[in-house]
């Protein structure tokens, strides 16, 4: 039973890392604010709850994995809102995405 508990907090660990990296990936890769907030904020989510699940499974049901989940749903709450809240921000410092800049460039070339 151990073994099995230990492959499967590995594989969410694992899994989990990986969705980080790859929202790292995508914060350096793409070309705006709005899609790097989007690469980053979307796999965050996902990725820290299934690390989060991993060291559950590692600790055990004790305090220690309360502590956890509790972090787990402070990440659940703040991520999102604080994406939100900088999207916001861009919108009212007017920055517009890069979508509507070449649109807005398409429509007054002749």
């Known amino acids: ?56 499974l590692q600790a055990g049901f004790t305090q220690t994995s309360t502590k956890l989940i509790m972090i787990f749903l402070f990440m659940l709450f703040t991520g999102p809102a604080a994406t939100h809240a900088l999207a916001k921000a861009a919108l009212h410092g007017k920055l517009k995405p890069l979508a509507s800049e070449k649109k807005d460039q398409e429509e007054s070339s002749p």
């Open 1 to 56: 039973m151990q073994l099995l508990t230990d492959i499967l907090s590995w594989i969410t660990i694992l899994t989990g890392s990986f969705f980080v990296v790859t929202g790292g990936v995508g914060l350096l890769r793409l070309p705006d604010f709005f899609t790097r907030l989007h690469a980053v904020s979307m796999p965050d989510t996902l990725g820290i709850g299934l690390i989060v699940l991993g060291l559950v």
